[in-house]
Every structure is written in structure tokens, then in C-alpha cells.
């Protein structure tokens, strides 16, 4: 399928939000009550806290566009507040990769992971890393088709009052 990568910018706040809760709720549904789920998505994907988002350089937003409209998202940054043992390592943490669930197994997963790949080779990162929920198994079949391995790190990943457990993954970019 051919896609356009673009970058998002803070006019695109209410897409974003839009986009980011359906994806949220169709991935999670049935998972935590619909309590829990609607004030997650309130709380993290409100247009305003977006649009702060959107405005910091060095984390990084793209749409993937198919004829003009976005159909998945990735969020990417070096970050290393959550998981304090990675910093030994240049770390960029894949925050976010969501497709809208007709697109799923068509490749647009695929190209946004080569294009964070590609940013993380081209900024001399030496680990790309990652939180994904430990039932959510297409995913972590995604990442090891993509070389990420557990990293035996997990951490508490609440939908509001539903507990939920992530677990870290990385990669380790060769030189
Ligand atoms: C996770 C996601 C980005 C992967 O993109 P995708 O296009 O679905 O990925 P692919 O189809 O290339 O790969 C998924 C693999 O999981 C397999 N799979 C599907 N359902 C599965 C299941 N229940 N258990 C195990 N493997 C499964 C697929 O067969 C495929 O493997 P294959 O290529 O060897 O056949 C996409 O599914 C998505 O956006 N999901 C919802 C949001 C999400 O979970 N994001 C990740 C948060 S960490």
C-alpha cells in the first residue's frame, strides 16, 4: 500500500486526538469498563494537551496518509524517564504506533517502523525501545518480526483504574 509519512503539526491537534482515541478504543475495548476507558482517553489525548505536545521539537509525531487521509500514527522521542536502566545506551522510545484496524496487515505498520528505524540509524541511536500490554500478542508478534526481544523489564500501564501490565522491548541497532 502506498503511503505518505507526513509530520504532524499542531493544526492538526483535533485529527490527531481523533485519530489516537479511536485506535486506543478499538485496541483496548473489552479490556477495562467503559468508565475507565473514556476518561483515559480524556485525560491523555485532549486536543489541547496534544496540541502542547505538538510543539516540542525533538518528540516526534507522523501520520501515515493514504490518499490524503490518516490512517495510523507514530509517536516517537529519546526519552529515558520511565525505564532509568536504558541510559546507559543513546535510546530512542517508540511511544506510540497505531493503525486503524482495516490496515492492519497491509504494510503501513511496517513502513512507519522502517521510517523510525531509519531516523534511529541516521541519529546514531544505539537502542530503539518500547512498552507493549502483555495480551496484546499481534503486536509483540510484530515487534519480533521486526527484531525486538523482551527485555524481561515490565512496568504497571493502568487504563485510569484498570491495572494492566506492559512490557518493555528493545532492539539494538547494529553499527
Ligand atoms: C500492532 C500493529 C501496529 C501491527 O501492525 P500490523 O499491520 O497489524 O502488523 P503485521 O500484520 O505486519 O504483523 C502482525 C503479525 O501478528 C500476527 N498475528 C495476528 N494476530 C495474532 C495473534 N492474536 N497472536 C499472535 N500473532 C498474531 C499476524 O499474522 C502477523 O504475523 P505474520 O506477518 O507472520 O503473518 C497494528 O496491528 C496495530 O495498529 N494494532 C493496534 C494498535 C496497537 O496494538 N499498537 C501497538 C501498541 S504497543
Redesign the pocket.
Known sequence: MEITIRRVIKEDAAVFSALSKK??Y??FTGTCTEQDMDEFLEEYFNIPLIETQLEVEDDYFYFAEYEGTPI?LVRFKEDYEEFEAIRQWKSLELK??????E????????Q??DFVLDYAYSNQFEVVW????EF????????D?NGFTFTGHSHPYPISNTPQT?LWYWRFLNK
Not at 103 to 110: C, F, I, P, R, T
Not at 130 to 133: E, Q
Not at 136 to 143: E, S, T
Open positions: 485506535t486506543f478499538d485496541t495510523g506510540r504506533l497505531y493503525i486503524l484496524k490496515y492492519h496487515g497491509k504494510g503501513v505498520a511496517q512507519l517502523m518500547l512498552g507493549v500490554w496484546n500478542f499481534r503486536a509483540q508478534k510484530f515487534y518480526k506492559d
